[in-house]
Structures are given as C-alpha cells and as structure tokens.
C-alpha cells in the first residue's frame, strides 16, 4: 500500500513530505477517476519506459484521496506495483482535478497503453509504502 500527500497550504514542516497543489483542484472528479483503476489490469501507460518486467498487470484493490483538512492523501493498494507507477497515477488525476481532463479521460489513457499519453509524474516527496501484505500461503 502507498500514500501520496498533497497539502494544499503552506506549511514548512511538511515541504519535504509532501507535495504542494497550487491550484483548486475537483476532489470528486479526483475520486471519480481514481475508482476506475479497479476495473483495469494492465497500467502500461503508468509504468517507466523501457523496464526489464515480463508484464504490467496488476491488480489494484483500492484508489481513493481522502480530504484531511490541509492535506489530501491518495492511498493505493495492489498486488504489485510498477517502477513510477503511483506518481504517475498521481500525476494524471492531478490533471483531472485541475480540470485538464475528464474521468473518461483517465479511462482512455489507461486502454491506450501509452505512458506518453498520461500525465506527468509528481516528486518523489509525498510517496510513503504504508505497508505490505503477504498471502497467507506464505506463513507455513
């Protein structure tokens, strides 16, 4: 499971932690093309160029910001995640909160396959793996 934070004033003690939004942004539409995600299985369009993985399937079970006063948090949990692909996801719904695309929008970069068709990736600072979850099978 991952988390990006957004603040979306300013605050100095979180600069480092976490990435600035400028802009008003549309937490509804946010949310709206976040819940597509766990229709999908293969997030080519969120994944790096050129990497050395047999596949770009995965399984997302959650996607959802949630409002926490002066931060917005996005929290994504999956079976595996690709190289940049939460800042990629962040950085396309990003666009759909600024209102430079739509949830259907989102949903077609993510059919189209193509990492040049989706949104910049946002900063390494706001990324937290919250936690790891291995299957049962795993425990003998």
Same mark, same amino acid.
């Given at each position: 499971? #991952?988390? #990006?934070? *957004? !603040? !979306?004033? @300013?605050n100095v003690f979180l600069n480092d932690y976490a990435?600035?939004?400028f802009h008003p942004l549309d937490f509804e539409s946010m949310?709206?093309?976040a819940s597509t995600l766990l229709d999908f299985?293969?997030?080519t369009s969120f994944s790096k160029l050129h990497t050395d993985v047999k596949t770009n399937n995965c399984r997302i079970s959650k996607?959802?910001?949630?409002? @926490?006063g002066?931060? *917005? !948090?996005?929290? !994504?949990?999956a079976d595996r995640f690709l190289r940049n692909m939460v800042r990629s996801i962040v950085g396309t719904l990003l666009e759909v909160g600024k209102g430079h695309l739509?949830?259907?929008g989102f949903e077609e970069i993510i059919l189209k396959k193509d990492r040049c068709a989706a949104g910049m990736s946002v900063p390494a600072e706001g990324l937290f793996l919250t936690d790891i979850i291995y299957g049962e099978n795993l425990y003998i």
């Open positions: 499971r #991952y988390e #990006y934070h *957004l !603040i !979306i004033e @300013k990435m600035r939004a949310n709206r093309a299985t293969d997030f996607a959802l910001w949630e409002d @926490k002066n931060q *917005l !948090i996005f929290t !994504i949990t739509t949830p259907e």
